[in-house]
């Protein structure tokens, strides 16, 4: 059996939550030896490897890939810094989304979305957009950081007027989906979609009676639990229909080509005010693989079919990153 070596650029908490034992164990049964690429070294003094896969970032990174690229060209490195980046903003995001050309009869779009420079333009963004309350108020920074992930649901205009959150930042339309959220993993070809608890449906009556204006995601919950007991939303994810696997796997195949990425993964939502209409609300680079149930499996495979060349498609030319 030919064997293949993988270099792995990642901070130490993405070490210890996706290189786990029984991935590392899976793929060497599978003749892939995965190496820890050491980030207080020099890349191009490392090596050999056959396939470098990274979440790294920052120009001196970029221009580490760049110089190992130019001296050894035939190793593929997924995936391209440039390509990666534009999942840092919120406000690029989402861009190539409504641009998808799927053959489904079913709809893929995204919330109504506005990018906020500066307080002042607060309410004439939700104006313009013809936005409805509540809304949801993002970081634009979208790089993993704890800032990141500070959200906050608004529930009014007065809302916007309390907001903690500095612009700039992003409005989305928060829209009614069933408390369930699609997360939709994706490495190459190999495509897994899971279920997972969301953000509760909010009736015009519930709307109406809510005492804060702005309510930060880790109170959200509060919310909920007026209405459902933990066992009552546990049943609610348990019975929600998961999408169909052809349209997931085509917007998961044209979605990875659009961004020119392979390992990713991107939250849907079924929008209950229309039948067959998903919305993408998010999406992430190299997310953690480890909460989807025989992540090593799909990892493996994305691996083999990187380093045996199967898919010319995965080839990156870290070169275009510049």
Not at 131 to 152: R, T, W
Not at 263 to 269: G, K, R, V
Not at 284 to 297: I, L, S, W
Request: proline share 7%; hydrophobic share 40%.
């Amino acid at each position: 059996m030919a064997r293949y070596r993988i270099g792995y650029a990642l901070e130490p908490k993405k070490i210890e939550s996706v290189v786990k034992p029984s991935l590392v164990n899976l793929s060497q049964e599978r003749g892939i030896d995965l190496i820890p690429i050491q980030l207080t070294k020099p890349l191009i003094d490392q090596g050999p490897f056959d396939c470098i896969i990274h979440k790294c970032y920052g120009p001196q990174w970029t221009h580490q890939l760049q110089q190992f690229h130019s001296q050894y060209p035939n190793v593929v490195v997924v995936d391209p810094p440039s390509a990666i980046e534009r999942l840092h903003n919120r406000s690029t995001m989402l861009e190539v989304v409504d641009d998808l050309k799927l053959s489904s009869q079913i709809s893929i779009k995204t919330p109504l979305q506005v990018f906020v420079e500066s307080p002042e333009l607060l309410s004439n963004c939700v104006k313009s957009k013809s936005m409805n309350f509540p809304v949801i108020a993002k970081p634009l920074l979208a790089n993993g950081s704890v800032g990141s992930h500070e959200m906050c649901l608004v529930f009014s205009e007065e809302g916007l007027e309390e907001l903690k959150l500095k612009p700039p930042f992003v409005l989305q339309e928060f829209v009614n989906h069933g408390g369930v959220i699609f997360k939709v993993y994706v490495a190459g070809d190999h495509i897994k979609c899971v279920k997972r608890k969301s953000l509760p449906d909010i009736s015009e009556e519930k709307l109406s009676g809510v005492c804060e204006k702005v309510l930060p995601f880790s109170q959200i919950s509060d919310l909920n639990a007026y209405e459902h007991s933990e066992e009552r939303v546990e049943k609610l994810i348990e019975e929600a229909e998961l999408p169909p696997l052809s349209f997931v796997n085509e917007v998961a195949s044209v979605l990875r080509k659009a961004l020119g990425l392979n390992l990713l993964n991107f939250d849907m939502i079924r929008d209950s005010r229309v039948g067959d209409r998903y919305l993408i609300i998010d999406i992430n680079y190299f997310p953690g693989y480890a909460k989807v149930p025989g992540y090593e499996t799909i990892l493996t495979d994305f691996f083999l079919d990187v380093v045996q060349k199967k898919k010319q498609s995965v080839v990156c030319d870290v070169s275009e990153s510049v």
